[in-house]
Nanobody, 126 residues
Framework: VQLQASGGGLVQAGGSLRLSCAVS????????MGWFRQTPGKEREFVTT????????AYADFAKGRFTISRDNAKSTLYLQMNNLKPDDTAKYYC????????????????????WGQGTLVTVSS
């Protein structure tokens, strides 16, 4: 499984960005696809996840109402639409995928994700 994230950049506070993640894998091998983020000196944190087959999603509290995760299974692509961005959202954003046997209670846990992209940097200026 290979993941390639893109779409990061510099944006002013209040602006929007859409991240993309191209997934190269047999789709039956993946249950959840998600986004995490990390800033220097801090642990990588959960942002959002979506179940590949059903489209059911979950969000970290800071992402609710501002971020939207979606997927296009035909294009094998995962998206993260980020609106009303804040300087605190500045981070490197990583897309990730779990195996097919991951259970729902694990879907926001870092260790549940076996496959990771290289990350894309998002910088929000004040």
């Amino acid at each position: 499984v290979q993941l390639q994230a893109s779409g990061g950049g510099l944006v002013q506070a209040g602006g929007s960005l859409r991240l993309s993640c191209a997934v190269s894998a047999r789709t039956s091998s993946i249950r959840y696809m998600g986004w995490f983020r990390q800033t220097p000196g801090k642990e990588r944190e959960f942002v959002t996840t979506i179940e590949r087959s059903s489209g059911y999603s979950a969000y970290a509290d800071f992402a609710k109402g501002r971020f939207t995760i979606s997927r296009d299974n035909a294009k094998s692509t995962l998206y993260l639409q980020m609106n009303n961005l804040k300087p605190d959202d500045t981070a490197k954003y990583y897309c990730a995928a779990t195996g097919s046997r991951t259970i729902q209670s694990q879907r926001s846990e870092l260790n549940a994700y076996d496959y990771w992209g290289q990350g894309t940097l998002v910088t929000v200026s004040s």
